[in-house]
């Protein structure tokens, strides 16, 4: 096909690439092809070229919005040592180079137009953008024009007028994948008209992914760091102090660390980032701070000492390893603490309340991935939107676990927080179904329940198991109102009709006869 060939000796010739990375290809066809395009492609995936290339196919020129001056002036260098005509309009310019913009663009010489988004807002834009022959308009990081993201720039919403008024198809590119910012992306840029989507290049083969439940947990992390001694890891903590006990746990097993926080002096923190870049084999044990604008290639490893705030965090902790395309490794630890932790945050946050269901259900995709019954990599990328084969590269692929019908401890537990009013814990509720005598069972009288003593069949740690289970599959759900207190989800209540049958890990069970079937 002419088109492709024609766009391949572009990627050499103009961009010195060998070849397409994946995704790259189809995007560029179609975008140059003109058809409006929505391309969710992951960070550092190659969204530019998948703009600038088919803007040297196309006649006139491309207009690109980008947030990010210093993005966008880096582009414009690039593409300018390359041999393209391209220049940015934005609050960063002098008058002199802003003059020379305006000129090249009405002399028909320029094929790139960058603007910042706020320079949309001008009344002559969109007459001197029509004169000057804008044949298409590429938007990057297009989550801005949603409200739901963390990065909502009114100006964004300039964007569809702008396309009305030029008539001419449009280029959205953004790394955010979920489906509410997707759609307010159609709705807004494309006024609703489905736009060509292409969800690409999130999976990331070379990096091993692994959960465990928490079971001594810093002496999980010891033993996982020191199976890799030497070679530069990320211990990713849910708290600032942690990151300073965990670097001196590992300092004392003779590893080098450092701790990252957002509560350190920028000196202290900018030291840690330079350390971590020039030294080899440096464990840098940090919060979520840690990260952006990390670009090291070669971080071999990324631990989670307690579970991250959401799936695509997750994802974005653990994509800090093998850039370099060599194997990289990760394990996630979490318990029902982190459970309950998330949780309280998500619903002490001051966000809406449609926010805050939202957030509980990255929370939920992310609790699902942890107790995952098969591999890991697909639930992870089917999150995203991109269909996979199991991956080979996954503790569940390397041993997938046993299974048993857990629907019958489901309805036990279920019902236990039911018969007790929704208002206890995990602790009290174990006390109940193991038939323990504790003050406060016969405080409350729950010594008198049909339910008291129905699951001697499991040990306590069993049971601890089970409930993490049930709080991952969002059966069981902590209340926000009453501290620590359980109780029984939507979600639940085909399982406790015997509608819905619950598979549950045996691995984190261990007692392994099946539950003999008692009435509840
Ligand atoms: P992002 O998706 O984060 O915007 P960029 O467009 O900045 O990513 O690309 C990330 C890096 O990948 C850049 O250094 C770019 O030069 C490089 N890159 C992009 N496409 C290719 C390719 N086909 N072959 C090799 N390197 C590429
Ligand atoms: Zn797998």
Known sequence: MSEAGGAEAILREVFGFDGFRTGQGEIVEAVAAGRDVLAIMPTGGGKSLCYQLPALMRDGVTLVVSPLIALMRDQVRGLRAAGVEAGALTSANSEDETEAVWQALEAGRLKLLYMAPERLGAASTSGVLRRAGVSLIAVDEAHCVSQWGHDFRPDYLRIGELRQALGV?????????????????????????????????????????????????????????????????????????KT???????????????????????EARRTVEARFAAEEGLIVVATVAFGMGVDKPD???????????????????????GRDGLPAETLTLYGADDIRLRRAQIDESPAPPERRAADHGRLNALLGLAEALDCRRRTLLEYFGEAAAPCG???????????????????????????????????????????????????????????????????????QGLFRQLMGRDLLRPDPERHGALRVTEAAHPVLKGEARVALRRDTVTKTQAPAPKAL
């Not at 300073?244 to 002096?265: C, F, I």
Request: charged share 25%; with cysteine.
């Open 299 to 321: 971080i071999r490893w990324v631990a989670h000492a307690d579970l991250p705030k959401s799936i695509e965090g997750y994802y974005q902790e653990i994509g800090r390893a």
């Open 244 to 266: 300073e006990t965990l670097a001196q746990a590992l300092r004392e097993e003779g590893h080098a660390a450092a701790a990252y926080h957002g509560g350190m002096e920028s």
């Open 169 to 241: 198809p449009l280029a959205a590119f953004t790394a955010t994948a979920d489906a509410e910012t997707r759609e307010e992306i159609v709705a807004r840029l494309f006024a609703g008209r489905e736009p060509a989507t292409f969800l690409r290049g999130f999976d990331r083969p070379n990096i091993r992914l692994a959960f465990r439940p928490k079971d001594k947990p810093r002496q999980q992390i010891l033993t996982f760091a020191g199976a890799r001694r030497g070679q530069s890891g990320i211990v990713y903590c849910g708290t600032r102090a």
């Open 393 to 463: 590269n996954c503790d569940l692929c390397e041993s997938p676990p046993e299974t048993f019908d857990g629907t019958e401890a489901a309805q036990k537990a279920l019902s236990a927080a039911l018969r007790t009013g929704e208002s206890f814990g995990a602790g009290h509720l174990i006390d109940v179904l193991t038939g323990t005598e504790t003050d406060k069972v016969r405080q409350r009288g729950h010594d008198r329940l049909p339910t008291f003593g129905v699951g001697r069949e499991h040990g306590r740690t069993q049971w």
